[in-house]
């Protein structure tokens, strides 16, 4: 089952097109992230202990439908690929059943600033 | 003479309506917030390391036209009243010569989290 | 009772600081004000219609404590003053029951872009 | 010889962390690109008498430095791929010669809504 994380538009995210502006899907998808790091068991309190720091790589969106204001954003978080060092999530932005915004985020795992695989009990977590 | 910030308005800072969200001139004023601190003598580098922490307390705003799309803006900053704990700096928003919002912020001077009278050498460059 | 609004922090609101940035509380009110009116009896499609168009003429906003990636911040607002032309309205944000910021945003009624009176019977929903 | 856009980077556009915030390179690559589109001789004055409507289909980002407060970052954007339909456009995000991310977007040629092939002149100045 997926995170979620879902939010009503803001006005302040639509522009004078009347739709929501095309960098605000990537600040959603960074607050769904949150809740998904959660959903694998793991929390930033034990990253941090751990000093695993995993480092935003690369992003991608494919947008397929507008979001406006009153609609309200659903975000559906989900692991899409594992790696020795990175993992990729998935985030699919919708309104009810409605698609607006695909993104995809790889992170790396750096310790002390360097890429590094991950521990086998977080990778673990990570593709269960 | 007041410190200047100018920019051109940015797309993403336009609504629905076609002019900049209320929001943004805030963000402004605190862009032009720098060049004014600089313009009475004082760096970040020098304020932390005297351990003078400048907490914002309050602000207003008063618009009296918008900016929109393909405008610069330029902010002129000001000081206005300096305290005994606090100064107060005034940031006039305009698009050529039409004022569109005056922002006063008020910091009060804070050292190890509480309220503390400016050092003398500090309110002596306020209000020069 | 009043209107409320209510989110968590987000990320991409705090700054290097570790605090939300002082132009997002503007953001939240603005969120607020949407139930506020609503709550007056006051939607925007009848204000639409018959051609009033509230104007944001000034804001002011005072800081009391900081908010936090990781906190709810929650927003009450209510109806401070009405005027013949304006209505102020006062939107607490907090934390718990710990006050952040209170905003203070004054709107003019205004139609064709010229400031009027409000009508009686919008007058009378919003002092009611 | 790219378009060019350039900007301080903001104190809002930091997170906690000490760094620009994801989503806010997005944000620079929009702005870049008016001046991408003006350096092919396309107005959107022009686009919009010829009902022309490029639309942003998608986008990727990847980043390899951050950037910080304190910096100015230059954005240099060139044409990467014209297609039938759509073009893609590069955006290079640096603080001076070190890169910290490369932003490609993609943009449809749409009319009344529906995807259409751009026009012979257009094709031919977004490819020259």
């Known amino acids: 089952m997926p995170a979620q994380w879902s939010s009503p538009v803001r006005y302040v995210e639509c522009d004078q097109q009347g739709v929501v502006f095309n960098a605000h899907y990537l600040t959603w998808a ?3 992230s949150n809740g998904w790091w ?12 751990r000093r695993i720091d995993p480092l935003v790589k690369a992003s991608t969106l494919e947008w397929s439908a507008p979001a406006r204001w009153g609609d309200t954003v659903t975000v559906d978080a989900e692991t899409e690929r594992v790696g020795r060092t990175s993992v990729t999530a998935r985030f699919t932005v919708r309104v009810g059943e409605q698609v607006c915004c695909v993104v995809r985020t790889t992170y790396v795992c750096s310790s002390d600033g360097r890429p590094t695989p991950w521990p086998d009990d977080v990778r673990a977590r990570l593709t269960s």
């Open 38 to 49: 959660a959903s694998a068991g793991l929390s930033w309190a034990e990253l941090t202990e």
């Open 30 to 32: 960074d607050e769904a």
